[in-house]
Every structure is written in structure tokens, then in C-alpha cells.
């Protein structure tokens, strides 16, 4: 794609959206910067073309960039980090990172940014203690956006590797989930399909166990909820059958079935024997037990399973 038809991609997106300059660029690259990358007047790397369009809800794979040798290898290391993170294959994926390291632009903070994110994930999954993990979170957030925890009357933009950052923090300091609502608000208005699901059907996903786990069953049903209705404005089954398994056990925990109507008991069945079918149907059996065992311990019955 040539360097004008990027930057009119960034300017009718930014339009469309009624967002200025600096809100998309804050704390990545200057008005100045971004002015000439909508002109088509400066190149910039494909790591910041991505951070701008994902804080836009889009997918930088919708778009085509030619990318010099020097930044199609740093391309190719962000995505065997990713690879390497995602199938549990740390060694290789701190081969990748230090790599990547040794070749990334001076001063960019948009590749400091992934460096630490990925490091702090090293020492995540190599069981170091939380506090170093927090740390070098919040200095990873704090390259691009310092204030994020601060009341703001403007809305706030978020590439892909600040939610992530935000979404882990989450879990080591507990935040209010108000606190959150700038981060997912503006994907589920803006964000396509793919992102809506990746980017905010995964943080939910993980949202309603810690719910569980911290025992606040309001918000882990009012996050179900919100999630099961994102799920079919997608056409996504993602998770959707532990979404409603959580959102019937949240409902359990707050209107417990002791003494419950036969009406409301029979509701509740209906609901248990479609999630069991829905995990059926993904193959997950140990679900399928956890269901099981839910209707006999709280229901006093059954699942009749269906006859092949």
C-alpha cells in the first residue's frame, strides 16, 4: 500500500470516528508525526502503522504495507514471539525476543513497549514473583500512556499491546472494572468482528473466573451477559458455552435454587442440559462432567443424554 493510501486509511478512520489527532497518537508519536503520515509525507514502521489502527479497531492485516528488509525481519520476530508465547515454547520465544531486541529502532516506544510486555510475560510464566511482573507492566504502560488511571472527560485510545498490558494488570492490582470501561468501550463500538472477539471476548473470557474465584457474582453475570450478546452480534461461538455456564452459576450464587420455585428449577434444567450439548459439540468432557455434576449436587437430577 502506497505511504498516501495508508495515511488516508488513518484519516477517514479517525473521521469517521470524530477522534482527533492527538487522541489517536498520544503518547506513541507526536501530531506532527501523524499530520504527515495522513499526508503520506513520512514512513513509519509497521509496528506503529499497527499500533494506530488497532487503537482505531482495526486490524492491520486488513491493509498492505511494503516494508523495508530491516523491519520485515522484526515483523517476522513479533510474530514467532507471539507463536512461540502462545504454544508455551519460552525458550525459543526469549531467543526471539532478545533478537528482536538487538535489531528494533532506538527510541520508539511503541518497540520498547512490546519488548517489555513480552519480558514481563517471560517472567510471568517462569514463576517470578508478582511484583516483578507488576513492575515491569506498569513501566511498560507508563511509555504510552502515564495518566491511563486518571478520571478523563476524553475518550481514550488503546493499540493492541496496551490492552494487553491493562488486562494483565488488572489481575495484580485489582482495579474497579470502571476503570476498565475506556479500554473494551470503544472496541465494542468500532471494532470489527475479529477484533471484538479476540480482543474482548478473551479479556471477558478470563474476567468471569477471576469473578468467580474473587466471589462478586453481580459483575460475573453482568460480564456473561455482555459477552453471550457480543458473541452473537459476531456470529461467535467462542467460549460461549463456558459464558453461559458461568452466567447460570453467577445467577445460582445470587438466587440460590434451595426452596425456588418448580418453574424456576425446570428454567435452570433447560439451561444446564443446553450447555451440556454445546460442550458436546466442542468435544469437552470435562465440562460436560462439571455440568453433570452441578445438576446432580444442585438440582437433584440428570442429564438424560441423547442416543446417537
Request: charged share 25%.
Amino acid at each position: 500500500m502506497k505511504l498516501y493510501d495508508v495515511g488516508n486509511a488513518l484519516f477517514y478512520y479517525r473521521a469517521l470516528y470524530k477522534l482527533s489527532q492527538n487522541q489517536l497518537c498520544d503518547g506513541i508519536c507526536s501530531v506532527a508525526t501523524l499530520c504527515r503520515i495522513e499526508a503520506g509525507e513520512r514512513e513509519a514502521d509497521c509496528l506503529l502503522y499497527e499500533t494506530l489502527f488497532s487503537r482505531l479497531g482495526k486490524n492491520i492485516q486488513q491493509f498492505e504495507f511494503v516494508l523495508n528488509e530491516a523491519d520485515y525481519r522484526l515483523c517476522e520476530l513479533r510474530f514467532q514471539i507471539e507463536k512461540c508465547m502462545e504454544e508455551g515454547n519460552f525458550t525459543d520465544g526469549k531467543i526471539y525476543l532478545s533478537q528482536y531486541l538487538n535489531l528494533m529502532p532506538d527510541h520508539q516506544v511503541v518497540h520498547c513497549q512490546f519488548v517489555m510486555f513480552y519480558q514481563a510475560m517471560l517472567l510471568k510464566f517462569s514463576d517470578h514473583c508478582a511484583e516483578e511482573v507488576q513492575a515491569l507492566l506498569r513501566q511498560a504502560i507508563h511509555l504510552t500512556r502515564p495518566d491511563f488511571a486518571a478520571p478523563s472527560t476524553q475518550l481514550q485510545l488503546f493499540g493492541s499491546i496496551e490492552r494487553r498490558i491493562l488486562y494483565e494488570l488488572f489481575f495484580y492490582e485489582k482495579y474497579d472494572l470502571n476503570a476498565l470501561q475506556s479500554l473494551f468501550h470503544f472496541m465494542e463500538l468500532h471494532g470489527g468482528r475479529e477484533e471484538k472477539v479476540w480482543n474482548v471476548i478473551s479479556f471477558f473470557h478470563r474476567l468471569v473466573f477471576w469473578f468467580e474465584k474473587e466471589q462478586r457474582f453481580l459483575e460475573m453475570v453482568e460480564i456473561a451477559k455482555r459477552a453471550i450478546e457480543i458473541l452473537f452480534e459476531s456470529k461467535s461461538c467462542l467460549y460461549l458455552a463456558d459464558f453461559y455456564f458461568q452466567k447460570m452459576k453467577g445467577e445460582e450464587r445470587i438466587y440460590p435454587l434451595d426452596g425456588c420455585s418448580q418453574v424456576r428449577r425446570k428454567q435452570v434444567m433447560e439451561q444446564c442440559c443446553h450447555i451440556f450439548y454445546l460442550y458436546m459439540m466442542e468435544g469437552n468432557q470435562r465440562k460436560m462432567e462439571q455440568i453433570e455434576h452441578f445438576c446432580r449436587e444442585r438440582l437433584k437430577c440428570q442429564i438424560i443424554k441423547q442416543e446417537k
